[in-house]
């Protein structure tokens, strides 16, 4: 969870080779291919200053944020993306709030490990606190932000938060779509004056 992932891994001399290779790859489905709607997210981004980093790389490769409507987000899964957030808008056009590494690392708890299994909880307070400010932090700066794991797919009241904290777009389950749609759009009605 702690170790060589993520975003440090594309600057360092152990992957940069092949984060290049991976740059290439998405500019020539853009540029070649066609695919010009392909929007890269760099994973696991622990600072500002490691993303201008990255960026840097990408754009040495061809891949210049704003350039030919290109598109960079960032994954939003260590506490220092929410504190931080401010900082991070001035570097990605949007964030997708990854809720399970973001539990894990703000409650301290390897969701992994059958002991400490029933305090692993993204409807925990802290987590939620967190997920409401980076949504309004996003969106005060004009950034797109969604979420991805498995809460809004297994806890509906779940989904129903999300939509009160004004999310853009959630992914679920292919197995719970319509559940989940159901409950977002109950609230949304509910909101609807």
């Not at 594309?10 to 290779?21: A, K, M, S, T």
């Not at 944020?65 to 960032?74: I, P, S």
Request: charged share 25%; with cysteine.
């Amino acid at each position: 969870m702690l170790g060589w992932r993520g975003a440090s891994r594309y600057y360092d001399e152990g992957y940069r080779e092949g984060f290049e290779l991976e740059c290439r790859a998405i500019r020539r489905a853009r540029g070649e291919i066609g695919m010009n709607n392909v929007i890269v997210m760099i994973p696991f981004c622990r600072t500002p200053e490691e993303a201008d980093r990255v960026l840097e790389i990408m754009a040495h490769n061809g891949l210049k944020r704003g350039e030919d409507g290109f598109q960079v987000y960032v994954m939003c899964e260590i506490p220092s993306n929410v504190v931080l957030a401010h900082r991070f808008c001035e570097r990605f056009d949007g964030f997708s709030i990854g809720s399970n590494d973001l539990t894990q690392l703000v409650l301290g708890v390897d969701r992994d490990s059958d002991r400490l299994a029933p305090l692993f909880d993204e409807r925990d307070e802290a987590v939620q606190g967190l997920i409401r400010q980076v949504i309004e932090t996003a969106h005060a700066h004009g950034c797109k932000i969604g979420l991805c794991g498995q809460a809004p797919s297994d806890h509906p009241e779940f989904a129903r938060f999300l939509v009160d904290a004004q999310i853009d777009s959630i992914s679920v389950d292919p197995t719970s779509f319509f559940a989940v749609k159901q409950q977002v759009a109950a609230r949304e009605a509910e909101r609807t004056p």
